[in-house]
């Protein structure tokens, strides 16, 4: 029998959030039904429940950045027993056999992977995310949280620390590379610990001063705001590496131009319309401009076992399932310090 789950949906676009419960499936041999403590609440959240990347799929249960307890394993789990601690990022499937698949990049399987919310299960049923009280997931999908990083603390990390931690891995932050953050918000508060535990020499770029004594808290070398036109002019041909986690547009060419000859512009943040940059603002330096999409499973068991030893710890507040729509009009003014958590078990 299905049991029933509590969750908070969003109904349709711009409507607030509503109570309401749904029918998981049982869970099957190879599936993980976990009772969720903690589900972090990501930008990309607002971006879907807004439309801002086409039309979702309502009602629409967003969360990605969900810890629990298992609750129960089906028989032909192994890895995970009753009462361990775990967590589910931003997919909960993926063929399993194509070449990224084979190779532990799940998010690029060709099939087309599974999200957590807003997508379909390949039997076609709509997929519910974490602000709910239980999820049930396959086992290839779950992954272990260290003992030494405490739940609520860890949310954060199965989106936000997956995001930032495998294009810094790929492009080689660490020892005598110059990176910088742009935006120091959910993602770019992460970004910049982790850059910082990789040996890299950290620069923030924010839009103000306002957070400066945060960033450097987390381990951030330099601080600058780019509402400062000067910014720019003093950061020319500085950086190895830049991360961008902004959620909205920036003006590309200037960033570019804070690269070394050689550097490269990787892009997180998905703001809904596009970006425009000049030809010769790569040209010139031999630049690069890419992405980045979250990370794979492996990857995501080897950041959370990276932040654990290396104390990479989210800052996070925590709120209640009534407290979720104050919290996204927050988020949107980036005054959250620095990702807000839903306490699952607020909803009583
Ligand atoms: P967030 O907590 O809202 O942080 C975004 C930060 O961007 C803000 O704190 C702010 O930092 C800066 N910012 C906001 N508006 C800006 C503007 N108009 N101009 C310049 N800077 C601005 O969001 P998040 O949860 O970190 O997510 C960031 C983006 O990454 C979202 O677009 C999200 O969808 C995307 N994302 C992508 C992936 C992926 O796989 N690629 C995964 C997760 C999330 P300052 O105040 O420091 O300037
Ligand atoms: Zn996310």
């Avoid at 869970?27 to 039904?33: C, I, K, L, N, T």
């Avoid at 709120?319 to 620095?338: F, K, M, N, P, Q």
Wanted: aromatic share 6%; net charge negative.
């Amino acid at each position: 029998m299905p049991t029933t789950t509590a969750v908070l949906q969003s109904p349709e676009t711009g409507a607030p959030f509503e109570r309401a419960t749904i029918e998981r499936r049982d869970p099957g041999p190879h599936d993980v039904e976990i009772e969720i403590k903690h589900c972090g609440i990501c930008h990309s959240d607002i971006h879907q429940v807004e439309g801002d990347w086409g039309s979702g799929i309502f009602p629409m249960v967003p969360g990605h950045e969900i810890v629990g307890v298992v609750a129960s394993v089906g028989d032909e789990v192994e890895g995970f027993a009753e009462g361990d601690r775990v967590g589910v990022g931003c997919f909960v499937d993926s063929c399993g056999e194509c070449e990224y698949c084979a190779d532990g990049e799940e998010q690029h399987c060709t099939k087309g992977v599974v999200l957590t919310y807003n997508g379909k299960d390949y039997d076609g049923n709509p997929t519910h995310g974490g602000y709910s009280t239980r999820i049930v997931v396959k086992d290839h999908f779950v992954v272990h949280v260290p003992d030494e990083i405490e739940l609520d603390v860890a949310a954060p990390l199965l989106c936000a620390g997956i995001t930032t931690y495998s294009p810094l891995k790929r492009w080689g932050a660490g020892e005598g590379k110059r990176v910088a953050i742009v935006g120091m918000g959910g993602l770019g508060h992460v970004a910049v610990q982790i850059a910082k535990a990789m040996g890299a020499e950290v620069t923030v770029l924010s839009q103000t001063t306002s957070k400066e004594e945060d960033g450097r808290r987390f381990g951030a070398d330099a601080y600058y705001a780019t509402e400062d036109r000067e910014t720019f002019r003093k950061l020319r041909g500085s950086f190895d590496l830049i991360l961008n986690t902004v959620s909205a547009n920036l003006p590309i060419d200037r960033y570019l131009s804070t690269l070394r000859v050689g550097g490269a512009m990787v892009n997180v943040g998905a703001p809904s319309e596009p970006d425009t940059y000049h030809a010769f603002s790569l040209i010139g330096g031999r630049r690069s401009l890419a992405g980045s999409s979250v990370g794979g499973l492996p990857e995501t068991q080897e950041m959370l076992d990276f932040c654990a030893e290396h104390g990479v710890e989210p800052q996070i507040e925590r709120v209640t399932v009534d407290e979720v729509d104050g919290a996204y009009e927050r988020i949107a003014d980036s005054s959250v310090r620095y990702r807000c958590v839903i306490d699952i078990a607020s909803f009583g």
